[in-house]
């Protein structure tokens, strides 16, 4: 789960730096994390696809765009998961505009 923020940086790092958080690396310190690491890349993963007009499946049209502007304003869903992975919401939701903004 570490390459859930990849488009972030240019790091390979969950934040774009060179290595992910001390917790991710050691699973036994926090198992949950992976929990909330894996919702954040579902997040960010629906969020790109309602970006891309791509969607995995036909009933998820509405959930593609409500990750979307979850992502887009920082929005409660965004604060709730990097909450329990001590990340940046602003700086989580930065970064997808920014991918947004390069990614045709």
Not at 55 to 75: H, N, V, Y
Request: glycine share 8%.
């Amino acid at each position: 789960m570490a390459a859930t923020l990849i488009f972030v940086g240019g790091g390979s790092g969950v934040d774009g730096g060179e290595q992910p958080p001390e917790a991710l690396q050691r699973p036994e310190a926090m198992p949950e994390r992976y929990l909330w690491a894996a919702a954040l890349d579902l997040l960010i993963r629906d969020g790109q696809a309602y970006w891309r007009n791509v969607s995995r499946r036909k009933d998820t049209a509405i959930e593609l765009e409500q990750a979307f502007d979850d992502l887009m304003r920082c929005g409660p869903m965004t604060r709730h998961v990097c909450r329990w992975l001590d990340a940046d919401p602003l700086a989580v939701s930065e970064a997808f505009v920014r991918w947004c903004e390069i990614t045709p």
